[in-house]
């Protein structure tokens, strides 16, 4: 017999709501430092600082962690279509596909590099 999984609604509500919340919040910020371009990424270190702290001083609630690992499990599909636009996108670049793929390559094998280093040290 399967033991179905229970899916703690309330807490995936109130997860993709934070997430909403700190990810709107902070392209309003950066519309005002006209860089709404840069509101993503603003939310995300804001984000990753407010869990840190949070983590800090007292541990991250379990609900939080569970629903987290629900909508990255389950939002894994929603890069397929952005996958199929960067290879008909590739596609049509012509001449200029060689130093795309370069760059692309470039500025994902140093990050790489330095996280594997970075995670060699520390854990």
């Known amino acids: 017999m399967e033991m179905q999984e229970k899916i703690d609604w309330i807490a995936l509500l109130l997860t993709a709501i934070l997430i909403v919340l700190v990810r ?15 509101g ?7 984000f990753l600082i407010l ?29 397929l279509p952005v996958s199929a636009g960067s290879v008909i996108m590739l596609a049509t670049l012509g001449t200029e596909l060689p130093a795309i793929v370069f760059i692309l390559f470039f500025c994902t094998l140093i990050p790489l590099w330095l996280y594997a280093k970075m995670a060699k040290r520390w854990l």
């Open 51 to 79: 869990l840190i702290t949070w983590r800090k001083v007292s541990a991250l609630p379990r609900r939080l962690i569970d629903a987290n690992a629900k909508i990255m499990k389950e939002s894994a599909f929603a890069f």
């Open 40 to 46: 993503n990424l603003a939310g995300l270190f804001f």
């Open 24 to 38: 709107e919040s902070s392209v309003w910020i950066m519309e005002k430092f006209n860089h709404p371009e840069l």
